[in-house]
């Protein structure tokens, strides 16, 4: 397993790992084979072009682009159970960690992994937990003919994504308490990111050394440092087709929370009285 750190904006990370290889089927979990196989059965359903399976295809996806990036990233991370089901000698050995240098410190890489390890395993947790228990009380839904017990697919998904991403965070939060943190700042990466930052950062420029572009997107306001563009050109650069979809989700988000951030300081700002203006 090898874990991606790709920062999206100057403050916000996606982390993402490379998935199980699935050529080991025989020692996927009973889970992780229905989830594959329901995974397949979606797929047919997305060739529909009429009916129901259309639309709820269609409301599916949206659902799902709705689902937070850092639930994504977790979700990308098998549990230390299944990890050590096809590597017997995973916990001993270091777990390499790409990043580019250029936009992250080396010594700031632990701590990052630690938050997200972290930050959000309560939240995973309590929903997990209300998703579970809610859902059979809507199966009675199932008994309508044709139609499926949407409400009830809908809180198992939800239930089992966070239990996915809970154990994702537990093994990350493992990796980093053990030290097999093995960070390699990959020279593709930094020369992706140098442009970006020369564009997205006033201080810096294409001629601005490599050791301190990192300090000035530290010091930046939050802004988004990566293009719709580069999401491609990031799974080409760490060969891991997946990961585009992952990163093009978590920038269109980031951009969207960054983008309602200052509307509502512009609608504060406008909301302001003459005398408050004066204070500030």
């Given at each position: 397993?090898?874990?991606?750190?790709?920062?999206?904006?100057?403050?916000?990370?996606?982390?993402?790992?490379?998935?199980?290889?699935?050529?080991?089927?025989?020692?996927?979990?009973?889970?992780?084979?229905?989830?594959?196989?329901?995974?397949?059965?979606?797929?047919?359903?997305?060739?529909?072009?009429?009916?129901?399976?259309?639309?709820?295809?269609?409301?599916?996806?949206?659902?799902?682009?709705?689902?937070?990036?850092?639930?994504?990233?977790?979700?990308?991370?098998?549990?230390?159970?299944?990890?050590?089901?096809?590597?017997?000698?995973?916990g001993?050995?270091?777990?390499?960690?790409?990043?580019?240098?250029?936009?992250?410190?080396?010594?700031?890489?632990s701590?990052?992994?630690?938050?997200?390890?972290?930050?959000?395993?309560?939240?995973?947790?309590?929903?997990?937990?209300?998703?579970?228990?809610?859902?059979?009380?809507?199966?009675?839904?199932?008994?309508?003919?044709?139609?499926?017990?949407i409400?009830?697919?809908?809180?198992?998904y939800?239930?089992?994504?966070?239990?996915?991403?809970?154990?994702?965070?537990?093994?990350?939060?493992?990796?980093?308490?053990?030290?097999?943190?093995?960070?390699?700042?990959?020279?593709?990466?930094?020369?992706?990111?140098?442009?970006?930052?020369?564009?997205?950062?006033?201080?810096?420029?294409?001629?601005?050394?490599?050791?301190?572009?990192?300090?000035?997107?530290?010091?930046?306001?939050?802004?988004?440092l990566?293009k719709?563009?580069?999401?491609?050109?990031?799974?080409?650069?760490?060969?891991?087709?997946?990961?585009?979809?992952?990163?093009?989700?978590?920038?269109?988000?980031?951009?969207?929370?960054?983008?309602?951030?200052?509307?509502?300081?512009?609608?504060?700002?406008?909301?302001?009285?003459?005398?408050?203006?004066?204070?500030?």
């Open positions: 397993m090898r874990l991606f750190l790709i920062p999206i904006s100057t403050k916000r990370v996606l982390i993402y790992a490379r998935p199980l290889r699935r050529d080991l089927s025989s020692e996927l979990s009973y889970l992780d084979r229905i989830t594959t196989k329901a995974a397949e059965t979606w797929a047919k359903w997305e060739e529909a072009d009429k009916g129901w399976k259309m639309h709820l295809v269609r409301w599916g996806n949206r659902v799902q682009q709705r689902i937070p990036y850092e639930e994504w990233g977790l979700k990308s991370i098998p549990s230390l159970e299944a990890q050590k089901r096809i590597n017997k000698d995973h001993t050995n270091k777990i390499d960690v790409l990043f580019p240098g250029n936009a992250m410190r080396l010594e700031r890489i701590p990052v992994l630690r938050k997200i390890a972290t930050e959000r395993q309560e939240l995973h947790k309590k929903r997990m937990m209300w998703s579970f228990i809610a859902a059979p009380f809507t199966a009675p839904l199932g008994l309508i003919p044709v139609v499926p017990n409400p009830f697919f809908y809180l198992a939800r239930g089992w994504s966070h239990w996915r991403a809970l154990n994702g965070s537990k093994h990350l939060e493992f990796i980093v308490e053990k030290n097999l943190l093995n960070p390699i700042s990959l020279p593709e990466l930094e020369d992706l990111y140098a442009k970006r930052a020369s564009g997205a950062l006033e201080k810096t420029t294409k001629d601005t050394p490599y050791s301190e572009i990192a300090e000035d997107i530290e010091q930046s306001d939050d802004q988004v990566l719709m563009s580069d999401a491609k050109k990031l799974a080409k650069i760490l060969e891991a087709p997946d990961l585009a979809l992952e990163a093009e989700r978590a920038i269109i988000q980031v951009s969207e929370q960054l983008e309602a951030a200052r509307n509502a300081k512009k609608t504060e700002t406008a909301d302001e009285s003459p005398e408050d203006k004066k204070k500030s």
